[in-house]
């Protein structure tokens, strides 16, 4: 039997809401019958009742509210019903949770989970992808899950942790991936994974783009090449360390990402590498991100804006040229 991205997500909030009494879910929509705009929580308010909360239509007072519960010792999970609504909650997350250890020492562990990402039809208010905000201020750890074992682990390491999480599950992903079963653990968090190895060129991704990356190395080994595909899973701790020793092993450097091009995690990458491994590099390294413009409502703009598999193939194979 296979399990879904999405049902990693329940099943880890679970497991959590069973091991650990100060663990809670706030979020609206979550409790009742609803179980959440996506259905992440789906059964999970009468299995655990009084702990899987509806809060009011406002992100900056549910955030507040968390951060005041983890000051009191509990360990909140925030669901905002699309990444997109975080945004109204930007103070209470950088400003208060993300700098509170550092004013106080105090810790404020709370996790803010962030369905991110487009999908056909949802236009420029559901389908951003935020994590380079969050990755560019300092206190916050930012993950960006791309398959169904990480979903399940890193949200369950996210709780556990004393800092503010911001957990960016991809929507596209929901019911895109399965897998056979759930990992009894998975990597740290802040390790990247090898998840191609390959020898000519090397494409870092994180999030969905982790599944077009690799889409576009197993068309491209058609022609040849063997591409390494690295998926950074957090881009804040960002592991540095995995993405120069792939650089070295195949003197190139493709960088995906789903969010907007001016800045951001692919930028980050680049940055590194060139600053920290510019030895190592054959030919100047290259990314690829969505359109700079708002996010198309149309399904054939959307899947033009967005980086797929088949413009990745092609901007590797104009890297491999060089």
């Known amino acids: 039997m296979s399990i879904t991205y999405l049902e990693a997500i329940r099943e880890a909030q679970a497991k959590l809401l069973r091991d650990d009494e100060r663990v809670f879910i706030y979020g609206q ?3 009742g019958t609803f179980g959440g705009a996506f259905k992440a929580t789906k059964g999970l308010a009468k299995e655990f009742p009084g702990r899987v909360l509806n809060a009011p239509i406002s992100e900056d007072a549910i955030v507040g509210t968390a951060i005041g519960a983890a000051m009191q010792g509990m360990r909140p999970i925030v669901e905002m019903q699309f990444a997109d609504f975080s945004s109204i909650a930007l103070n209470q997350i950088l400003n208060q949770a993300g700098t509170h250890y550092w004013r106080t020492n105090m810790p404020i562990p709370i996790t803010v989970r962030l369905p991110s990402g487009g999908t056909k039809g949802s236009g420029p208010f559901h389908s951003q992808s935020m994590e380079s905000i969050y990755a560019h201020y300092p206190g916050l750890i930012v993950m960006t899950p791309a398959t169904v074992e990480d979903a399940y682990t890193m949200l369950i390491e996210a709780v556990a942790i004393d800092d503010p999480v911001i957990y960016c599950e991809h929507k596209y992903l929901y019911y895109h991936l399965k897998a056979d079963q759930l990992p009894e653990k998975g990597l740290p968090t802040g390790r990247a994974r090898i998840a191609r190895e390959g020898r000519d060129l090397t494409i870092v991704s994180y999030s969905a783009m982790m599944q077009e990356s690799l889409a576009a190395a197993e068309e491209l080994e058609r022609d040849g090449f063997e591409i390494e595909v690295v998926d950074l899973r957090t ?5 540095t360390d995995t993405v120069l020793a792939s650089v070295a ?11 907007f091009p001016w800045g951001g995690a ?4 680049i940055a590194r590498v060139t600053s920290q491994g510019f030895h190592l590099l054959d030919a100047a390294p290259q990314r690829l991100n ?10 054939n703009l959307w899947s033009t804006h967005r980086p797929n598999a088949k413009n990745v193939a092609a901007k590797a194979r104009q890297l491999l040229r060089e």
């Open 290 to 299: 969505a359109k700079d413009t708002p996010i198309p409502y149309h399904p």
């Open 266 to 269: 692919t930028a980050e990458v």
């Open 29 to 31: 929509d979550v409790g």
């Open 249 to 259: 092993r195949t003197g190139r450097l493709l960088c995906v990402g789903e969010s």
């Open 235 to 239: 881009v804040k701790p960002l592991d």
